[in-house]
Structures are given as structure tokens and as C-alpha cells.
């Protein structure tokens, strides 16, 4: 008898034990459901919309790009004296690197460059000197040989020039622009300097036919006084 009891005691308290940790666990279902999971879920929405929480800080949206330039238009809508965007002979047109323009003239195949970098651009022909050979003194009819910046780029619509060939005075005898070049370091005195400059005369290009400068069809000198300035260095090579 005395082990029955006992035994009903303890039944008793195991189902009291149970009874209450059944209800301890429906408590802590309930918190759970009330308070974690609504945070949870939230956590994951704003992980599915990539939603940044407060402290993030969001980065701003990129600067809206230049439009495109057409290759071909931003160097012809130069002004002069001004380095354009990109030009024909460019490897890579557009390309950002800044012009460092000069001129090269050889003599012996009446040929002027255009130099961008060390490189040459453009090239147009040209007439020279009547007579071979460094300059010496004025009225020798010589093209010198040197590096001479260019001191003044002149509008030479109106000038006229004689050829001498018993038709006088030609206005326009210099094309559109005359660009006067510093021969001072050579000449010493000894003539007043040379130019660059167009011709109404056409049929010399390509010909020692000049008093001693270098003339280049109207349509060549207007193009490259496009990208010169004073100071731009010309190059004459034999």
C-alpha cells in the first residue's frame, strides 16, 4: 500500500510538471510570433528590395555624360588659333590629350606639314625660293633653313603684290593670311623676315618661284592657320 501511494504521489507531480511546461512553451510560441517573426519577415523584404537601412549611406547617381561630338565637326568648327577636339589623322579621334601644334617645311618636295605631338596631320604643297640654298641677305631669293616662331598672323585680303610679271600690282597677290615668322636668330639684320602666305598665282605650288617666301594655295593657308598661333614653331628643311 505504502508503494502505491508513492507512486500516485510522484504520477501527480509528473503531470503538474507537464501540464506546466506545456504551458511555458506556448507562452514562448506566442512572444515568438508576436515580437521576431514580423521582424524577421521585414528583414527579409528589405533584403529582396535591397532597401538600405538608415545608417547607409546611398551613393549618388553618376553626372549625366557630354553628348557625343561627330568626329569630323568639332576640328572644322574651330576658330582660328584655337586647338581643335580631334582632326583628320588622328589614330584615335576625340582622343583627350592636348595639340602641341608646329609647322615642318621641306624644300625639296615642296611640302608643308602640319605637326601634332611630333607627328604629322596634315600636309599641304607649297612654292619656295627661286634659288637653292640658305638665305643670306635680302633680294637673294632664297627660302632660309632653321626654326622660326611665328611673330603675327596677318588678314591679307587687301594687300596686293607684284610678281613681275608685267601685269603690276594684284590685289590678293598674298591669299587670305600672311604668316609672318621671327627669322632675327638667322638674319641678324640682314633681312626683315620671310612669311607664309596664300597666292593668287596658283601654278607655282610646287615650284621654286617665290621671292624667298613660302606660298600655299588659299584654301591650304586658311586651313592651317587654324591651328597655329604666335609663337608656334616652323621648321624649314632643305
Known sequence: MRNRGLFSV??????VFMAAFGAIYKLMDTYLAEKMVPDIAAARINIALKKPSPKEEVAAPPEALPPAVPFGEAWKAAPPGTAPEAKPG???????KEHSYSVLIKKGTFTVFLMD??????EY???????????????DHRTPTGTFPVDDIADATGWSYDFGDGMGRVRGGYGPWYISLDTHSLSRGRWDGIGIMGTSKTDIIGKMATAGGVRLNNDDISDLVKYIKRGTEVTIEE
Open 10 to 15: 510522484a504520477l501527480v507531480l509528473f503531470l
Open 125 to 139: 604643297r607649297c612654292a619656295i625660293g627661286q634659288n637653292p640654298g640658305q638665305k643670306e641677305v635680302k633680294g
Open 117 to 122: 605631338n611630333g607627328k604629322a596631320v596634315m
Open 90 to 96: 588622328d589614330e584615335t579621334p576625340g582622343d583627350p
